[in-house]
């Protein structure tokens, strides 16, 4: 049995998968690890390439796109490792990112969830690699970027937790799904990715499901990687991701947060969810078709 089961979902990833791949085979070989990608019938040959540079991964095919979280799960019972990684294809590793991650979880039996400090390619943070609970009023503060103007005010800034520093491990709601660890035994006590969510959302659904039963998700800034952000999977299909976004957003706002809200907020939370989705997609169309702006 494997340390780490590494689970990966591929969609027309070619040109970054192969990077994220270099970089896992100068992990730290301290940990032994698996690595299975489910591939969500790609066009670009990238299972076939994948079989051919990297003999070790083991593939698995779907005839259709299948989204982000029934093909994690795919992964997830195959693997063996006694624990989990899900590890987005535009990822880049440093040697020891993962064992780091092992390593926190070694020490912390009652760490269920751990996630690293994520950068941009240019190493600026990533700051949704920690977050709070996305509550309404958490949400307006980070769609008028409240939490950019004070930063410091734990009440607009829970969303992606502004008052906590980028360098602090520190207990959070939920962790970033581009490169997340957990124990098996969070997989065997709260069950598989909730698969209404398509490939957004997922992350901090199953991170909230584990808070409540009862194991502590960290953030953990020892550990860092690179995520690209914006290179293939459902980059590569604009609408599916606009529409994935906010369906993720209603999904979990219905799950988890409208039984404490009076009917009115929900109303307007439904509401702003919505327009926001025929401004976004209006607004892409226009980048793409008018201004021919990708």
């Known amino acids: 049995m ?37 591939d969500n019938a790609s066009t670009d040959d990238t299972p076939q390439l994948v079989k051919q540079h990297y003999p070790y991964v083991r593939i698995i095919q779907n005839t259709r796109n299948v989204g982000f979280t029934k093909a994690t799960n795919q992964a997830i019972e195959q693997s063996s490792g006694r ?47 920690k977050r709070g609970m996305p509550t309404p009023l958490a949400s307006l503060s980070y769609l008028l970027k409240l939490d950019r103007l004070f930063p410091n005010v734990p009440a607009f800034g829970q969303y992606l937790l502004t008052y906590i520093s980028e360098s602090q491990t520190n207990q959070v709601d939920a962790v970033s799904g581009c490169c997340l660890m957990a124990r098996r035994e969070v997989w065997n006590d709260i069950g598989s990715l909730d698969e209404d969510f398509f490939g957004f959302g997922e992350d901090l659904e199953w991170c909230v499901r584990a808070k409540k039963a009862g194991w502590d998700v960290w953030y953990y800034p020892e550990s860092v990687i690179f995520h690209l952000k914006g290179q293939g999977g459902a980059h590569s299909k604009p609408y599916h991701k606009i529409w ?14 409208m039984i404490e809200y009076h009917p009115l907020v929900t109303v307007m939370v439904w509401l702003g969810i919505w327009s926001k989705l025929g401004i976004t997609s209006i607004y892409t169309w226009l980048r793409r078709n008018v201004f021919q702006i990708s």
């Open 83 to 129: 624990y989990i990684l899900w590890l987005n294809t535009d990822t880049i590793l440093y040697p020891d990112s993962l064992s780091k991650l092992c390593q926190f979880l070694d020490q912390h039996p009652s760490v269920g969830i751990v996630g690293p400090k994520v950068l941009n390619p240019d190493g600026t943070f990533q700051p949704q690699c």
């Open 2 to 38: 494997p340390d780490l089961s590494i689970c990966m979902v591929s969609l027309n990833c070619w040109n970054v998968i192969r990077m994220c791949l270099d970089s896992l085979q100068t992990s730290d070989s301290t940990i032994t690890y698996e690595v299975i990608v489910v």
């Open 244 to 257: 994935g976004i906010h369906q993720a957003m209603w999904l979990f706002y219905r799950k988890y947060l």
